[in-house]
Nanobody, 112 residues
């Protein structure tokens, strides 16, 4: 079982931006659909965005137009660019693939 490494979180003011990174592994990485999840305090993890092996993307309604998921198969990495952040985006963000266990996540805090 392989654990991804998420990074790029931090404290940002409302309206600001962050770019999250997820370093994964696996010889078949390019064939996997990769997903970003987030967990709000006291809540279960929920899907934020996904990207298929051929680049198709899906977003939860609350982040459409603000977040962009992308991947670099050569680097076995997936990214989440988050613009126009809102306090409601505060949470721990995780990436996940079919060959990956849950990582430690990266904390995003949006506050003035």
């Amino acid at each position: 079982q392989v654990q991804p490494v998420e990074s790029g979180g931090g404290l940002v003011q409302p309206g600001g931006s962050l770019r999250l990174s997820c370093a994964a592994s696996g010889n078949l990485f390019s064939s996997y659909t990769m997903v970003w999840y987030r967990q709000f305090p006291g809540k279960q993890r929920g899907l934020v965005a996904s990207i298929s092996s051929d680049g198709r993307t899906v977003y939860v309604d609350s982040v459409k137009g603000r977040f962009t998921i992308s991947r670099d198969n050569a680097a076995k990495s997936v990214y989440l660019l988050m613009n126009n952040l809102e306090p409601e985006d505060t949470g721990v963000y995780y990436c996940k693939g079919p060959n990956l266990v849950w990582g430690q996540g990266t904390q995003v805090t949006v506050s003035s």
